[in-house]
């Protein structure tokens, strides 16, 4: 079966730290790679995606994201994190053939402090 | 751009009674909506998948009886807590996409908290 699984489950930084979440999947055929971001009392919001091309992936408010097939792995980074970026972060993987059947990490809280 | 509703945003009920969720396209048509429960500090688990006009598909081991979902129409789905138990606690996520590649929106979620 699919999993997805997200190491950091809390992290906390100060302003201005870089940022590197990290998200493994197990699934061997073809995937597409998701991060979702959710601020406080928000709805989940998409950060970025990979589907093919360029494993190197630039999403929205400076994240990107290198998708290794080898490693499995589609870690999430920022190079400078403010504090507005407080939120729950999610890695999902739809191997279903772009069906929008997602599966989910168990999400990362990143709390940055001022 | 796309927004998705869901209504209510929580709810608190008796054991033994029924709630119903609902889950809204609010400028697109969503042929297909899925539904999600997240547990506390836990990942989104997906329940099932509902198309406009068919029967919902159910992950394995979700309850159909329990947890009855419909798509009468290409912008609502609803999803029906039956008989409701205090285990059933949880926040429910909806998320719903129109045709083809179109984009996956999620909804704001519904905390329901059974008594």
């Known amino acids: 079966a699919q999993s997805v699984s997200q190491h950091n489950h809390h992290v906390i930084l100060s302003e201005a730290a870089s940022l590197e979440l990290g998200c493994n999947y197990s699934?061997?055929?073809?995937?597409?790679l998701f991060w979702y971001v959710q601020y406080p009392g928000q709805h989940l919001q998409l950060l970025l995606k990979?589907?093919?091309?360029?494993?190197l992936v630039k999403g929205i408010k400076g994240f990107e994201a290198e998708f290794i097939k080898s490693k499995f792995s589609f870690n999430l980074r920022k190079p400078s994190v403010q504090w507005s970026d407080t939120a729950e972060y999610f890695c999902?993987?739809?191997?279903?053939?772009?069906?929008?059947?997602?599966?989910f990490g168990q999400g990362t809280t990143l709390q940055v402090k001022p | 751009g796309a927004v998705v509703s869901q209504h209510p945003s929580w709810v608190i009920c008796k054991s033994g009674t029924s709630v119903k969720i609902e889950c809204r396209s609010l400028?697109?048509?969503?042929?297909?909506m899925f539904w999600y429960r997240q547990f506390p500090k836990q990942s989104l688990m997906l329940m099932a998948t509902?198309?406009?006009?068919?029967?919902?598909?159910?992950e394995q081991g979700v309850e159909k009886d329990k947890f009855l979902i419909n798509h009468a129409s290409l912008t609502l789905s609803t999803l029906t807590v039956t008989s409701a138990h205090p285990e059933d606690s949880s926040f429910y996520i909806c998320?719903?996409?129109?045709?083809?590649?179109?984009?996956?929106?999620f909804g704001n979620g519904t905390r329901l908290t059974v008594t």
């Open positions: 998320s719903a996409r129109g045709q083809g590649n179109s984009p996956l929106h």
């Open positions: 999902a993987v739809d191997g279903s053939g772009n069906t929008g059947k997602l599966i």
């Open positions: 400028d697109f048509q969503a042929t297909t």
């Open positions: 990979y589907f093919s091309g360029d494993p």
């Open positions: 509902s198309n406009e006009g068919s029967k919902a598909t159910y």
């Open positions: 699934y061997g055929g073809t995937v597409n």
